[in-house]
């Protein structure tokens, strides 16, 4: 029965997710801002908002460690969809066209990931009201790297997208009603989700920790993908790529931001830290996207590039490692 709820709970969050992705893309591209900032920006917290929400609801039912799961895993599982995205358009060329754009929300990723785990690691007991001053560090840097993406020059750039494409988009008045109400369906199901998966987690002994990251996350990862594959439609190489590293920069936002719903102390203190691995393979994934695109290297392995298989590669050794080491338990 359990295993039904999920699967249910889950269909539902996943026909929401693609409903959120396609009104995300409209209300993007409606709002005539640059590709740049509505992919790394607008749509990532959009296409974040089932992490958001898994993550209220688990601290409500206490379930910490399954919210740290779904983040991280989250984060791996965006990087592992853009080793995906250059499979998949091989013949466009996605990641060398447009790399460059994303340095800063990749490098913004990366740092706001290892001050996760820095975080988590250290366990400062240093509370302002009842918030950590750690999370606090962590939202000052996503608010100063958000005003930084914001004046970079690239992000007002918009892209040209084909005539007919445009037209078959919902209006800006469509898209704004479309996306409130699926925001509202998801905010409805997926305390569902959460209270069967962690029902799952501990009738199989996987804990919160592994089922956070292998199962949840990569439901909660879905809007990104059909946003990316929208984008792609759309000819919106700067949304689908931008999209990808910023819902890693907001994942580590909700993170942090968590401590505002949690009152029992320091909300990273709290997280196990058994999960500064699974933060460090995040951070590892991100900075291997960032670095294999700023590359610019010309190596194919048949019609996948180098830096995509290693992305894929490793994000299937990293899942391994941690079910190995423990993180399940």
């Known amino acids: 029965m359990i295993w039904l709820q999920f699967a249910l709970s889950a269909a539902i969050i996943v026909v929401a997710a693609v409903k959120l992705a396609e009104y995300g893309d409209a209300l993007a591209y409606r709002?005539?801002?640059?590709?740049?900032?509505?992919?790394?920006?607008?749509?990532?917290?959009?296409t974040s908002l089932p992490e958001m929400l898994t993550m209220v609801s688990a601290i409500h039912q206490g379930h910490i460690n399954l919210t740290a799961g779904d983040l991280f895993g989250s984060s791996m599982f965006n990087?592992?969809?853009?080793?995906?995205?250059?499979?998949?358009?091989?013949?466009?060329?996605?990641?060398?066209?447009?790399?460059?754009?994303?340095?800063?929300?990749?490098?913004?990723?990366?740092?706001?990931?290892g001050l996760a785990v820095f975080f988590i690691v250290a366990?400062?007991?240093?509370?302002?009201?009842?918030?950590?001053?750690?999370?606090?560090?962590m939202i000052a840097a996503y608010?100063?790297?958000?005003?930084?993406?914001?004046?970079n020059p690239l992000a007002g750039r918009r892209e040209s997208v084909a005539s007919d494409v445009v037209q078959g988009l919902p209006s800006l008045r469509r898209a704004v009603i479309g996306f409130a109400g699926t925001a509202l369906v998801l905010a409805i199901v997926?305390?569902?989700?959460?209270?069967?998966?962690?029902?799952?987690?501990?009738?199989?002994?996987?804990?919160?920790?592994?089922?956070g990251m292998a199962m949840i996350a990569i439901v909660t990862s879905l809007p990104e993908l059909v946003a990316m594959v929208s984008?792609?439609?759309?000819?919106?190489?700067?949304?689908?790529?931008?999209?990808?590293?910023?819902?890693?920069?907001?994942?580590?936002?909700a993170?942090?931001?968590?401590?505002?719903?949690?009152?029992?102390?320091?909300?990273?203190?709290?997280?196990?830290?058994?999960?500064?691995?699974?933060?460090?393979?995040?951070?590892?994934?991100?900075?291997?996207?960032?670095?294999?695109?700023?590359?610019?290297?010309?190596?194919?392995?048949?019609?996948v590039e180098a830096d995509a298989a290693l992305l894929i590669l490793s994000y299937f050794a990293g899942m391994w490692l941690l079910y190995t080491r423990g993180i399940g338990g």
């Open 231 to 253: 984008a792609m439609r759309l000819g919106a190489y700067d949304m689908a790529v931008g999209n990808l590293f910023g819902s890693n920069v907001f994942n580590m936002f």
């Open 123 to 137: 366990d400062i007991e240093l509370p302002v009201a009842w918030v950590g001053v750690d999370s606090l560090v």
């Open 255 to 303: 993170l942090a931001s968590g401590d505002i719903l949690y009152t029992q102390g320091s909300f990273l203190g709290a997280i196990d830290p058994v999960f500064a691995l699974a933060g460090l393979l995040a951070m590892l994934l991100t900075t291997l996207g960032l670095v294999g695109n700023l590359a610019q290297t010309e190596r194919r392995i048949i019609i």
């Open 143 to 151: 608010v100063a790297g958000v005003w930084l993406i914001r004046r």
């Open 31 to 46: 709002t005539g801002a640059g590709g740049l900032f509505v992919g790394s920006l607008l749509l990532a917290g959009a």
């Open 79 to 113: 990087m592992f969809l853009l080793g995906l995205l250059d499979v998949s358009f091989y013949q466009t060329r996605v990641l060398r066209r447009v790399a460059l754009n994303h340095a800063l929300t990749a490098s913004l990723g990366t740092l706001l990931t």
């Open 190 to 211: 997926t305390p569902s989700m959460v209270r069967s998966g962690s029902g799952i987690a501990q009738r199989s002994g996987l804990g919160d920790s592994f089922v």
